[in-house]
């Protein structure tokens, strides 16, 4: 009753911190995305597709908030740490040598070390610096397996890795299911889009085809 007759109720101060909070974590986001644009990574509609997907997968395995806002930080930035590659590497037109891939498979970890430190991230950071551990503890950077991975990384790396096959896909079947002429054209627009996907996997599009 109090602070209602004398300032601001509890729940409407709340309900405001929720919303600045929630602008900053926008503002964040869109602020990354810029700085991959900056390094032309062009990730924009991948990533958001792979949030909304993401989302879907979450909802669906039972994923409830705060956990799902993190799995969309996690979606839209989970290639940050790009950044921090050479673009010599990032944009190496054909396979990457073993000293190339070794660093590639550093940008997990340098997206964890930045977004790590801004106050609402830290999980976030936490499922981006797992993206790339494989379910049979194969992956990297610490060969976590099976529930060892957190939820969160597990969706984002089922994600991201579903356009790299599609595009695989298409390419061993041109030419027997599919008009070749007809998959080189989409993958031509395709490519810029993919290209960052594929380098992620130690590989490239052009050395694909
Ligand atoms: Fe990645």
């Known amino acids: 009753m109090d602070s209602i007759l004398h300032g601001t109720p509890d729940s409407l101060r709340i309900k405001q911190v929720e919303e600045q909070f929630s602008a900053l974590r926008s503002s964040v986001i869109c602020a990354f995305n810029q700085l991959l644009d900056l390094k032309d990574l062009n990730t924009g509609v991948h990533s958001t597709r792979l949030a909304e997907w993401g989302m879907r997968?979450?909802?669906?395995?039972?994923?409830?908030?705060?956990?799902?806002?993190?799995?969309?930080?996690?979606?839209?930035?989970?290639?940050?740490?790009?950044?921090?590659?050479?673009?010599?590497?990032?944009?190496?037109?054909?396979?990457?040598?073993?000293?190339?891939?070794?660093?590639?498979?550093?940008?997990?970890?340098?997206?964890?070390?930045?977004?790590?430190?801004?106050?609402?991230f830290e999980r976030a950071a936490l499922h981006i610096l797992h993206h790339h551990e494989n379910f049979d503890g194969k992956g990297y950077p610490a060969g976590l397996k099976e529930q060892e991975i957190p939820l969160v990384s597990r969706i984002v790396s089922v994600t991201d890795a579903f356009d790299a096959m599609a595009i695989r896909r298409l390419i061993l079947a041109s030419g027997t299911q599919f008009d070749p002429v007809v998959v080189q054209c989409f993958l031509s627009f395709a490519q810029a889009e993919m290209a960052t996907v594929f380098a992620a996997a130690g590989t490239s599009v052009s050395s694909a085809l």
Not at 78 to 106: F, N, Q, T
């Open 57 to 120: 997968v979450g909802q669906e395995l039972g994923l409830e908030e705060p956990e799902l806002q993190n799995l969309e930080v996690a979606a839209l930035l989970h290639d940050i740490g790009k950044v921090g590659i050479p673009d010599s590497i990032l944009k190496k037109p054909g396979r990457l040598d073993e000293d190339e891939y070794a660093l590639m498979k550093k940008h997990p970890e340098y997206g964890w070390a930045v977004l790590r430190m801004l106050p609402g």
